[in-house]
């Protein structure tokens, strides 16, 4: 018999959506589904597998209905994912096997479609690649409607809640998450799941507070029970006592009224207190991002990443495809500038469903990739590299080359750019000639030589993602070592000091387009540093714009200079946390 907790406690988890929540739980549990296996009469088979075929045509019916409605309440891009259900209900070798094991068994239908997808789910989940994996997601959820059908029993449902509700799920399906009752859903909460799960970008997207990653909530909570959802910091409190609902209430209300402070400041200029101008751009992803640019404030774009272009059209746009997109992106963000980075495929970005272009390697992070592959590949990068030189004629453009390790591959990839150059003079086609080239810095070795490559290109954007994870040999993807990711490393610290030593002594400035950039406990490091441009996601502008009106530069080199004279990631992330909070006060 399990224990439930009546007095108040808390579980951490994931914070993934932002914004506190108070009500009542909503225990959103799917039952396993029963299902029968049993002996068919041979003079029943034929209907057997006509009742399968009914099924499916339901089932694409009601995947159908969602994705229409997806796509009014969330839009196109939300509402593809439904698109990958549709194809596995066209899937030959599910369909097929599970027809085969019928007719070859003569047991009834669903016992046998219920074998066929466990054993691909299975198959699917114990292989080592991110998207096929989730296509077992995708199986899952869709194979449960089939039965569903096949068993005649409603779907579950999270469409009519009573009132307004928090929703607590070991996990919640697309199509669950895309029937989310949107007028009484106040937050969503999970034992599972990732900040990048469909039901937190639903979540994101209804601008309601979610939390992942809480492992046995669903255990420890009933029906009914109240519970204070902080998804600022990733908090679930169970039956708050008076005094914490007060606090919760009086954080609700500092939070609120600070989220309006930054609607406020995202307009203003990115000034320290004593006069230093910072610029503050955005990385995007897809073209139709570009309007977030000026909405919080941005100026300009200090990374598109061009790859998204590839993996979402799943195979190579055409040079033309790729000069439309980013005519799009370029003019949509103009008079304002935009940085355009060459393609970087691989690693975290693996090209699916293209063996022959991107092969299966034993260790992808240090593979055949972004570059490396361009360079190999010819013919694919000019066609890129000519795309973005004609959409430099339609506004201000740069262009930079990531996971550069070496001089070599920066004079290669510069050598084919004068030859695309070359070819659009020739030909009379509009481009800017004078487009600055700059590098990034992500990788030590590039670190190490920065003065070197200072004197070929125009600019340096470090990536610190990539140059963090491959300073400390730490996956940046796997949460086992998560904790061992360590932005504040010393040796970080110093690689980042001799790139902008390096980048300032050659004349060309300097900026940081990681994640790092983006965190307000850290900004201050980079810009004392010596950086003088940050670029990150577009809502984290208006947090790190606060912070640099609430701050003296001088103030920044001293922690920077401190920072370089302690020993420990720690040591050093605490005198940046401690800036931080002296000028931004929460709680
Ligand atoms: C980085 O590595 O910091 C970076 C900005 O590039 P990406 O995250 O696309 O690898
Ligand atoms: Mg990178």
């Not at 955005?282 to 000026?294: C, G, H, M, P, S």
């Not at 300097?510 to 010596?530: F, I, R, S």
Request: net charge negative; proline share 4%.
């Amino acid at each position: 018999m399990e224990t439930r907790d009546r007095h108040e406690f808390t579980v951490q988890g994931i914070a993934a959506s932002q914004g506190i929540a108070y009500g009542q739980v909503f225990l959103y549990l799917q039952s396993e589904l029963q299902v029968p296996d049993y002996q068919v009469e041979t003079e029943r088979r034929i209907d057997e597998v006509a009742r399968f075929d009914r099924a499916l045509v339901a089932t694409r019916q009601q995947i159908a209905r969602i994705k229409a409605e997806v796509e009014r309440n969330l839009g196109p891009e939300e509402a593809a994912i439904f698109d990958a259900h549709l194809l596995v209900l066209e899937d030959e070798a599910l369909i097929g096997e599970t027809v085969r094991e019928f007719e070859e068994s003569g047991r009834n239908i669903e016992g046998c479609f219920q074998r066929v997808s466990a054993r691909y789910i299975r198959a699917f989940e114990e292989i080592d690649d991110e998207y096929l994996r989730e296509r077992a997601v995708d199986l899952r959820d869709v194979a449960q409607r089939v039965l569903q059908n096949l068993l005649g029993q409603a779907e579950n449902s999270l469409k009519r809640l009573a009132g307004e509700r928090i929703v607590v799920a070991v996990d919640i399906s697309p199509s669950a998450s895309a029937s989310l009752d949107r007028s009484s859903a106040l937050a969503l909460v999970t034992d599972s799941g990732s900040k990048t799960s469909h039901a937190v970008i639903v979540a994101r997207s209804m601008k309601i507070p979610a939390v992942v990653g809480l492992r046995d909530l669903t255990r420890r909570v009933s029906d009914g029970d109240w519970a204070i959802i902080d998804g600022y910091d990733g908090l679930v409190i169970v039956n708050p006592s008076e005094a914490t609902l007060f606090r919760y209430g009086k954080i609700q209300e500092r939070k609120k009224s600070f989220e309006a402070l930054l609607r406020e400041v995202s307009h203003l200029p990115a000034v320290t207190l004593d006069g230093v101008a910072v610029t503050l751009q955005a990385n995007i992803e897809k073209a139709d991002e570009t309007r977030l640019v000026a909405e919080h404030g941005a100026e300009g774009v200090g990374l598109y990443r061009t790859e998204f272009l590839y993996l979402n059209a799943g195979r190579l746009p055409t040079e033309e495809e790729q000069y439309r997109d980013y005519r799009a992106v370029v003019e949509a963000v103009a008079p304002r500038p935009v940085i355009i980075r060459t393609l970087d495929l691989g690693g975290d970005k693996p090209m699916t469903g293209q063996t022959d272009l991107f092969p299966r390697e034993p260790n992808p992070f240090m593979g055949f990739r972004a570059i490396r592959w361009c360079l190999e590949h010819a013919a694919v990068f000019k066609a890129q590299l000519r795309a973005i030189l004609r959409a430099s004629a339609h506004g201000r453009v740069r262009m930079m080359y990531p996971m550069i390790s070496g001089l070599d591959e920066l004079e290669r990839a510069n050598a084919l750019l004068a030859e695309c150059r070359e070819e659009l003079r020739a030909a009379g086609i509009p481009h800017d000639g004078e487009l600055e080239v700059g590098t990034m810095i992500e990788i030590p070795s590039a670190a190490l030589i920065a003065d070197l490559l200072a004197r070929q290109c125009r600019f340096f954007s470090v990536g610190t993602n990539d140059l963090i994870q491959y300073t400390l040999a730490i996956d940046r993807g796997n949460d086992r070592i998560a904790h061992l990711y360590e932005p504040t490393h010393p040796a970080v610290v110093r690689s980042l000091r001799q790139i902008v030593t390096e980048a300032r002594r050659a004349g060309i400035p300097a900026g940081v387009c990681g994640e790092m950039a983006g965190d307000p406990v850290y900004a201050p490091l980079l810009l004392g540093l010596g950086f003088n441009s940050l670029s990150m996601s577009p809502a984290w502008i208006p947090a790190v714009k606060y912070l640099i009106r609430a701050m003296r530069m001088s103030d920044a080199r001293a922690l920077a200079e401190e920072a370089l004279a302690l020993g420990s990631a720690s040591a050093i992330h605490a005198r940046c946390e401690a800036f931080y909070r002296a000028r931004v006060r929460l709680e």
